[in-house]
């Protein structure tokens, strides 16, 4: 479904990714995880075309992302990590704009919108211009303009923050359902424990390159055989042991004038 080949992103002298190499398989929740400054975003926004990238090939549901952009971009729906919402429209506009932009009619794009606001509890706040919504609901909205064409691979970058725990669930559920119906999901999250919950796989990032891949299965049986075999419990030890900082480094940094 997404085929990344030796990906490079240089900003100027910043090597934001180094020669990644990944495969997303289809109607999957891949997880794609990473400290501060690791090169998720640049990822995300390299896959959705954002950004062009250095080096290194993509190909996404068959398409090379190079030659085919727009094939690409008809079929993929993204919250990227500063949300892109026109904040002069209102809600219901905001859907209206994305939704024509991806040719939907307007019978079904109108049933749609309603659906997609009662869902995401902003009917009430449809006719409001986005620039007084709260954080979480600029986030709620900007879900519901990445889904509102049914695209088949969905990238989300941080979706889970601003959002209160009863959102976060409902979230969590639809994630689920559309990977059940054969769509293909690809998070960036900070929520680790979320993140264990809902991917069936997840890849750590650090620095710009791949350091650690896993179904996450593979991650549940190993804490099940924790008695008999040295293992991790969790994502996040996985996390800690692979990027955290050596103590070395902690001792150097621990503010002591504070
Ligand atoms: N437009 C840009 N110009 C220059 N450097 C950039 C640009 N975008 C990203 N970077 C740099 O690339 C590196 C990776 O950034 P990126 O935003 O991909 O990290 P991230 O893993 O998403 O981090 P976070 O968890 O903080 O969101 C960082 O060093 C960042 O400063
Ligand atoms: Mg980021």
């Known amino acids: 479904m997404i085929e990344i080949k030796e990906l490079s992103k240089n900003f100027a002298g910043v090597q934001a990714l180094d020669k990644i190499n990944l495969s997303i ?5 891949f997880g794609f995880v990473g400290p501060n400054g690791a090169g998720k975003s640049t990822t995300i926004n390299i896959l959705t075309g954002i950004v062009p990238p250095s080096e290194g090939s993509v ?32 809600g219901e506009e905001h859907l209206t704009f994305v939704g024509k932009i991806y040719g939907l009619e307007q019978k079904i794009l109108t049933n749609r919108i309603n659906e997609l606001l009662y869902f995401f509890e902003l009917t009430s706040a449809r006719d ?6 709260s954080q979480g609901m600029r986030k709620k909205l900007a879900f519901a303009s990445a889904i509102i064409h049914a695209p088949d691979i969905l990238f989300l970058d941080e979706p889970f923050e601003n959002v209160d725990p009863i959102f976060r669930k409902k979230m969590r559920d639809i994630l689920i359902r559309m ?9 960036t999250s900070h929520a680790l424990i979320e993140l264990e919950d809902i991917c069936d796989e997840v890849a750590i990032i650090n620095k710009g390159k791949i350091v650690y891949q896993s179904r996450t299965e593979d991650i549940r049986k190993k804490i099940k055989d924790e008695i008999s075999r040295e293992t991790y419990q969790s994502l996040e030890e996985i996390f800690l042991d692979v990027v955290g ?3 070395e480094e902690e001792k150097d940094n621990k503010l002591s004038w504070l």
């Open 245 to 247: 900082g050596s103590d």
């Open 25 to 29: 398989h289809d109607k999957s929740i």
């Open 128 to 133: 409001r211009l986005i620039e007084t919504y």
């Open 59 to 90: 190909k996404i549901l068959g398409y090379d992302l190079k030659e085919n952009p727009v094939e690409i971009k008809r079929r993929i729906g993204v919250i990227p990590e500063r949300l892109a919402l026109f904040d002069g429209l209102t």
């Open 179 to 187: 990977r059940n119906n054969g769509k293909t999901i690809l998070i």
